[in-house]
């Protein structure tokens, strides 16, 4: 039985601010109902719920620190009970860890790990368990994960390469049950954790071949593709959407 658009549910983790925020904007126009996690950010995360109303779909907030693994599964098994199914996941939420390898203390990269490795495969684990055949699961990783242009971020870029291995290993495993998982590899984009006029934007630019920073929209329009009608034979990837960064 083909599922409507307008039936479809996603969840993103870390949906209050940046690309997350982007992203439930974004599927929610076209024609989801979206449940996102956040952190501290109440105040954006009601403005994310009024803008995925705005387009007549149903948005729920749902406050769950991505280290906390119960909270995790939690955000899973709450969307199901709010909407009684799940279709897609995208695993956004991730925390920076930065400065030379003799600097980063051992909380800091347990919070890399459990962010950004851990929260993705726990979220994923459980809402595999509520998806069927044309289940999207969608990663947002970093184009460090391909190419690291300047040191300082062993830590992240570790994470962000684990999340790799994960998806094609997850694609092969979930391709018989007609769920797809990919990948999508950001740059450089204009948020609050990087905006584009900050100290460091121009040496940042210097790397991108379009010159620009990319917009948290950019972002979202990939994830979009991936999770509709265009996305139904691509599992396994791995897409930049980075200006031509790792060119």
């Known amino acids: 039985m083909t599922v409507r658009l307008a039936d479809r549910v996603a969840l993103v983790t870390g949906g209050s601010r940046g690309i997350g925020a982007a992203v439930a904007r974004r599927l929610a126009e076209d024609g989801h109902h979206v449940a996102f996690t956040y952190r501290t950010a109440e105040d954006s995360a009601k403005s994310v719920v009024a803008q995925i109303e705005a387009y007549g779909r149903t948005g729920v907030a749902i406050n769950a620190d991505s280290t906390d ?89 570790m994470t962000k390469s684990a999340v790799n291995g994960l998806t094609r290993a997850l694609a092969r495993e979930l391709g018989p049950r007609g769920i797809t998982v990919n990948l999508i590899l950001p740059g450089s984009t204009d948020t609050d954790m990087n905006p584009a006029d900050s100290a460091g934007a121009d040496g940042q630019r210097s ?41």
């Open 69 to 157: 693994a119960t909270a995790v599964v939690g955000a899973v098994e709450r969307t199901v009970a709010e909407f009684g199914r799940l279709d897609v996941l995208v695993n956004n939420a991730g925390v920076f860890a930065g400065g030379p390898i003799e600097s980063v203390s051992l909380d800091a990269l347990d919070r890399a790990i459990a962010v950004n490795v851990r929260g993705v495969y726990l979220a994923t684990q459980a809402a595999v368990r509520h998806m069927g055949a044309g289940g999207r699961i969608v990663n947002i990783g970093s184009s460090f994960a391909s190419r690291v242009p300047a040191p300082g971020v062993s830590a992240y870029a």
């Open 207 to 247: 790397h991108i071949a379009l010159g620009r920073y990319a917009d948290p929209e950019d972002v979202a329009a990939t994830v979009s593709h991936l999770v509709g009608a265009g996305g139904r034979h691509i599992t396994g990837a791995s897409i930049a959407v980075d200006g031509g960064a790792t060119a």
